[in-house]
């Protein structure tokens, strides 16, 4: 006879979207909660910060252009903090050197907009499984 498995007490990631969109944020939102991940979305920059600062995130996902303050500010605030979350800038505004620039303030990851959720899901999961860092722009075009 099988024996019943034990349960674990794993903690689910905790993610804090911000993007001034809300389609984009329910939308991810809503994928990231089935996966199993703890969503927290929040519409500025203003208020990501806000919301890191009473709480601990694994993960922040922010668009590069908000009202009140941008993604570039909420990284910078991200980079200061004891356990700094792994930060994934999006932006549907950005240059050709955007993601280099990222990258170099310290992003972990980039996705230029239009995205496909799913490959947000495989940064997620590669960055959980100790994986390479992903390939920066991750843009869709659809066809």
């Known amino acids: 006879?099988?024996?019943?498995?034990?349960?674990t007490s794993i903690q689910p990631r905790r993610i804090l979207i911000a993007d001034d969109e809300?389609?984009?944020?329910?939308?991810?939102?809503?994928?990231?909660?089935?996966?199993?991940?703890?969503?927290?979305?929040?519409?500025?920059?203003?208020?990501?910060i806000e919301a890191a600062q009473s709480q601990h995130f694994d993960f922040i996902i922010t668009d590069l252009v908000m009202p009140e303050l941008g993604g570039w500010e909420v990284l910078e605030f991200m980079r200061k903090t004891t356990q700094p979350p792994r930060v994934i800038m999006?932006?549907?505004?950005?240059?050709?050197?955007?993601?280099?620039?990222?990258?170099?303030?310290?992003?972990?990851?980039?996705?230029q907009k239009p995205f496909i959720i799913?490959?947000?899901?495989?940064?997620?999961?590669?960055?959980?499984?100790?994986?390479?860092?992903?390939?920066?722009?991750?843009?869709?075009?659809?066809?």
Do not use: C
């Open 22 to 48: 809300f389609l984009i944020r329910w939308s991810l939102s809503q994928a990231l909660s089935q996966e199993g991940y703890h969503v927290i979305a929040v519409e500025d920059g203003k208020k990501a």
């Open 1 to 7: 006879m099988d024996q019943p498995k034990e349960k």
């Open 90 to 111: 999006m932006t549907a505004h950005g240059k050709e050197d955007t993601e280099r620039i990222a990258r170099e303030r310290g992003a972990w990851a980039y996705v």
């Open 118 to 143: 799913d490959k947000v899901k495989q940064i997620l999961k590669d960055a959980l499984s100790g994986g390479a860092v992903p390939s920066l722009n991750l843009s869709y075009s659809p066809s």
